[in-house]
């Protein structure tokens, strides 16, 4: 069982940058790939970036190549999401999950547990 925490969401005006952070409890952190995904309202869930077991794989969806970076610290059962040059259409309510796959994958439903999301904002 993995229970996770988002924090780092609030607002910004287009061209910011935030940092969202995610907490897992238990020990078996390191044994998860990582992701973020995120919902606008009335939208589906889309996937935005993922880390595999060691980070040592990371992969995003287009529109966020350049100005997202995940990156997960396993000693600290931690994963981040720095968000850079953020544009209006970033905003969504942001969720990190976690996967059993070793590189995760792009498809929430292989995603095991999810966090209870973070909103972000980004104003024009």
């Known amino acids: 069982q993995v229970q996770l925490v988002e924090s780092g969401g609030g607002l910004v005006q287009a061209g910011g940058s935030l940092r969202l952070s995610c907490a897992a409890s238990g020990r078996t952190f390191s044994r998860y790939a990582m992701a973020w995904f995120r919902q606008a309202p009335g939208k589906e869930r889309k996937f935005v970036a993922a880390?595999?077991?060691?980070?040592?794989?990371?992969y995003y969806a287009d529109s966020m190549k350049g100005r997202f970076t995940i990156s997960r610290d396993n000693a600290k059962n931690t994963v981040y999401l720095q968000m850079n040059s953020l544009k209006p259409e970033d905003t969504a309510v942001y969720y990190c999950?976690?996967?059993?796959?070793?590189?995760?994958?792009?498809?929430?439903?292989?995603?095991?547990?999810w966090g209870q999301g973070t909103q972000v904002t980004v104003s024009s």
């Open positions: 999950a976690a996967s059993p796959k070793p590189y995760g994958s792009s498809v929430p439903y292989d995603y095991d547990y």
């Open positions: 880390t595999s077991v060691s980070g040592g794989i990371t």
